[in-house]
């Protein structure tokens, strides 16, 4: 059949082929559309029961309800089944079970524009230290939490209530108890570093000190931020002061007894004039305050008072770290500044200053992870979520305008807040899918609106409109029974299942239009032939032969996304799951409620009744006759219709006509060519900040910290169970990668304790270490510890004082006795400390501009793995949104796969239910075009191949075996010549997927509008598969078959007993 037209012969030298193909391939249609008849004469027959059957099923299914289980949490979804990122979720989580909710903000100026801004501008950061101080003071009753949760779980005493952890009162810092000598904390909630909470802000420049950010000029302002940097160490006094001993070479930094001896004088003689201090014992403890705290114009005197103190257990202020064990060490605090630039964006110079201006402040507050799983909620911590909410409000933002109680939360008149908190893109998806919501009921109105125009006349009688919600219902009942028998076998709930509406929707109108027109033509038919059928005849009919051709569509669909099951990726896997059950349901319920209703609404037209009104009767009048309704006066032409039909008859006449088959040759060739291309250049990428609302304050954040600040991703080198003593020398060539690699920020410093500790151990004048032995000597720069027993007794100390005390998150000991959570100047009993370390870690970040695509976060991820496991054997980087991270590298892979799934059964499938090699073929080659050409295009509209993007085409890929396999089947049924039975099949069957294309057109375009990048990126892949795979069926398979597909004598036996004659 691949010979030129011509050398085919007459339709009389083709029939002994024709039917010698349809004894060979059509066996199994003739056998399938016997079985349609039957069911459709029992359909037709018995309306009711089937229907009460129908509705009984969809209840027993609907009882799965009870057992499904909604899969909520984007590291079980979105992660590759087996992939790396998960094992290595499960071993921090594990090892390290206190991990951080970091909450990052930034702030601008809010009254002027940012033209005009001065950030640095004192009343702006003295209004953050005001919001900053009621951030401190937000408290949670967490006792009330509790409760809520036991009256929602219906718990009570003695039941199992795990969030009873949550009992008490929460705030960041906590409050202070003494516990056995040390300093606890009850109800903290902030992530601590040691003894510290974890935060940054540029408030840290001046200590938080209220006198002194109460008294800020332009100058003080400048001067300390411009000589935050600059410190070796960190002095506890102001910055913000000229005569401040900050700026005194020996306060900065001594070596030597009479150094420090020389600093101490003069912070001595500098505090007595500015907050002189006293020492008292309160309850067996000393504590050291101002004498006169309203005075008190340098808040640091308070610490240096307390270190000046014998004995002193005072607790170390937030940010401050005591390094003093007796000795002069290298320096009096041991300290490495945040960069400014991390802290204030937007910065300019003068000729005075290096940072005279800026425009956007930023930092963070972390908190420390209490989360609880739930079934039904996934992940949460309510008692972090409440206190998020309540800063959010301070920052002007209602973060769930829904929740209990409600709050107040105006912006500010002088500072305009954006952040990143760990509840903010839980609440912004649900928000941008709840402001869809109305953009959702507004697609299934035009849905029910188009169906019933179309599927009836407009006429009180023959009206649609009853069958349009039929149509939409059948639509709710797949749904309904899919989620039902997905509960009853465990299969998850995700997200995008969301999208199997739109899907059912398009498929289930599609083929409601289908069964419609083949009811309306064979009545026609039996009216023309001057006699009628009863009803049950019309319906056995009707799905004789709309049936084959629904099934061709529907079971292509089913099989492929069936098939497609098997991805690694588990949200595409449920989705294909539950897309191939319901694809399934969709169409059982096209043969036994939408016939049913057919045969029901047929014998209401016969007896004249109104639609959705059936209690009352006007004058009889035909079907081609409409008469209106609903009081309309318009012409009665246009009740008639038929204007479609008519247009795309006329239009296929030109197509199939020489000169129309040349132009739509070289049109599709172009717009082939220009798909080939796009596809070519299409690339793989997703961010999970994609998903948030263009307005949203999260987007803002985005923005103002790729242009200002370029923080990155903060990840973790984990370091499991091994002999860390002989791995000393690759702990510094690890250090040592992560400080020159260009994928690390080199803004933000790299946290190793390892570094740290060996800058303490090799200190010339460290008594501790005095005696030890190190390798090749101590006063080399790749010193290690020579003697174990040495290395890991030095090691605790450092560990357990106050030196180390902000490693102690990144150190864990095999001995459980050895890990302490304060200072500790003895060895904790039982504590062995030679059996060395099971876990320890390094902190940095990873640059912004090696994480700006998806494609370059999957790179960075899989490169930096690879050299950190070469340097140190079993180590690895770790950071939570590698799991996110991780489908970049397989989606690409996965998509072919499951379009070479999809490819494969519609070849079968087509093959075995159109039986003609002639017209199967072309089928085939449309819908590989018409995704091909999808693909390419996507390119050109910025949508790139993601998690989301590729389940969109997979919908595609029903959509376009839709289109093109109706007209081919009509084409097979259609006799004369090749272009006789293209016209032919076109006016007969068209008319249905030109609707289906439309209405879903329709739906879609209003989704458009969204702030969602879900339904953003589903209006596009739609709008282009629609509008592309239409045309290739409406267009460019008529015109092939016309030229390619053959004729078809004008009688021909099609099914046992049986002769058509046209």
Known sequence: FFLAPASWGTCE????????????????????????????????????KTLIGSVLFTIVCGGGFAFLTTETRPEKQWVPAGSLALDHDAYVKATWPGNARFNFFSATCADVDEGSCDI??????????????????????????????????KRSEGDNRPWSIYEGNWSFSGTPQSVNGAVEFEGRLCFTFGPFCAKSSVLDVFREDDYVLTNLDAGSVKLAINNWEKQETMCPLTLAASDSPCFNSNCQSYTTPSERQACRDLASTYCASKCPTTTEIIGGQEVTRPVDMATCQDRGCIQLGALGSSGSTTTTPSGMLNTDPGDAPESAFEFQPTKIKTMVGGLASSGTWEYASGKHIAGFWALEKMELYCPKEGRSDPIADEWERQVLCLMGVDADPRAEPKLDCPENEFLKFSGLFQRSLGDEFGNAIRGDISKLSASY????????????????????????????????????????LMGYFQVPNGNLNNNLYFLLLGLGVDDAFVLTSEYLTHSREAKTKGGSLDVPELIAKTARTGGISVLITSATDALAFLVGATTVLPALSWFCTYAGVSICLCYTFQLTVFLPCLALNARRTAASRVDCCCCFKVAERSLDDPQGCCCCCLPQKVFKGGAIKKGLRKFTEQTTKPIGQVVTFILFAILTGVGIFGTTQIYKDFKLEWFIPDSSYVNTFFTINSENFATGTPITVNFPESNVFSMQSNLHE???????????????????????????????????????????????????FGVETEFYTALHLWYRT??????????????EDCNVNATVDALPTGCTVTDGLTASRFNAELALEVTNRGTDRYDTMTSMRSKVAELYAGAFPYSFDFLYWEEVGIIDEELIKNLAICGAVILVVIFALVPNPRIAIWVVLCVVLSIVNTLGYMYF??????????????????????????IAHMFKESTGTARERAINAVERIGVCTFNAVLCTLLAVVVVGFSDSYVFRIFFKVLFLVVTIAGAHGLWLLPSILSLVGGCKPSSEVYAAGETTKE
Not at 131 to 153: M, R, S, Y
Not at 950 to 957: A, E, G
Request: glycine share 6%.
């Open 941 to 966: 509209w910025e949508v790139t191949i993601s998690g989301v993007s590729t389940i969109y085409v997979l919908i595609c890929v029903g959509l376009a075996v839709d289109y093109a396999a109706h």
């Open 802 to 815: 106050n030196v180390g005390s902000r490693y102690r998150n990144s150190l864990s000991w095999k001995d």
């Open 120 to 153: 640095m501008d004192p009343k702006y950061i003295q209004r953050f230290h005001e919001i900053n101080e009621k951030v401190k003071a937000i408290t949670i009753d967490g006792t009330k939490i509790v409760a809520d949760l036991d009256k929602d779980h």
């Open 445 to 484: 109105f035009v849905i029910i609106v188009y169906c019933a125009f179309m599927l009836g006349k407009c006429d009180s009688v023959h009206s649609g409109v009853a069958m349009a919600f039929i149509a939409v219902a059948i639509v709710g009942m797949c749904i309904v029974s899919t989620l039902g």
């Open 734 to 784: 690890v250090y040592d990668y992560l400080n020159s690699t260009h994928l690390v920020n080199k803004d933000v410093a790299v946290d190793s304790w390892y570094e740290e500790f060996m800058d303490w151990a090799t200190e010339p004048t460290q008594a501790a270490t005095a005696d030890d032995t190190f390798t090749p000597s101590r006063t080399a720069t790749d010193a290690v």
């Open 13 to 48: 030298s083709a029939r002994f082929g024709f039917r010698h193909s349809a004894m060979g391939l059509g066996a199994v249609e003739r056998c399938l559309e016997s079985f349609f008849e039957k069911i459709g004469k029992v359909v037709g027959t018995h309306p009711i």
